[in-house]
């Protein structure tokens, strides 16, 4: 998140809830525009695994249905962690996630999976 945003911590729940596109709103109001990575990305696995419990292949699937459906649009994917910290100052709304190595004072840490 940018770090100019006024969007409190999340919990786990409401992160995955954002992702999945379960909802399309922070908690505290206005609209999250969340962020992928590529599915190339060894992040990518690691922050779904960690945040909704289910792979980057399995997520892709869920996707995959969801779009099929029209029940849904997955999160727009961006090249890399430096590419999320750009979208994320372009835009207060987006959310992404990074490596904690890549963390600076641009962006605003929202929730750290464990």
């Given at each position: 998140?940018?770090a100019k945003s006024a969007v409190?911590?999340?919990?786990?729940?409401?992160v995955s809830d954002i992702f999945?596109?379960?909802?399309?709103?922070?908690?505290?109001?206005?609209?999250?525009?969340?962020?992928?990575?590529?599915?190339?990305?060894?992040?990518?696995?690691?922050?779904?695994?960690?945040?909704?419990?289910?792979?980057?292949?399995?997520?892709?699937?869920?996707?995959?249905?969801?779009?099929?459906?029209?029940?849904?649009?997955?999160?727009?994917?961006?090249?890399?962690?430096?590419?999320?910290?750009?979208?994320?100052?372009?835009?207060?709304n987006t959310i992404g996630y990074?490596?904690?190595?890549?963390?600076?004072?641009?962006?605003?840490?929202?929730?750290?999976?464990?």
């Open positions: 998140m940018s409190e911590p999340l919990n786990k729940n409401q999945m596109g379960k909802v399309t709103s922070f908690p505290s109001g206005g609209s999250a525009v969340p962020l992928d990575q590529m599915d190339t990305n060894a992040v990518r696995e690691e922050f779904y695994t960690k945040v909704t419990g289910k792979s980057a292949a399995q997520v892709a699937a869920y996707w995959a249905k969801m779009s099929f459906t029209g029940k849904g649009t997955p999160p727009k994917e961006v090249a890399n962690s430096a590419e999320i910290k750009k979208q994320l100052a372009a835009n207060p990074i490596e904690k190595s890549a963390v600076d004072e641009s962006v605003k840490v929202l929730f750290i999976a464990p």
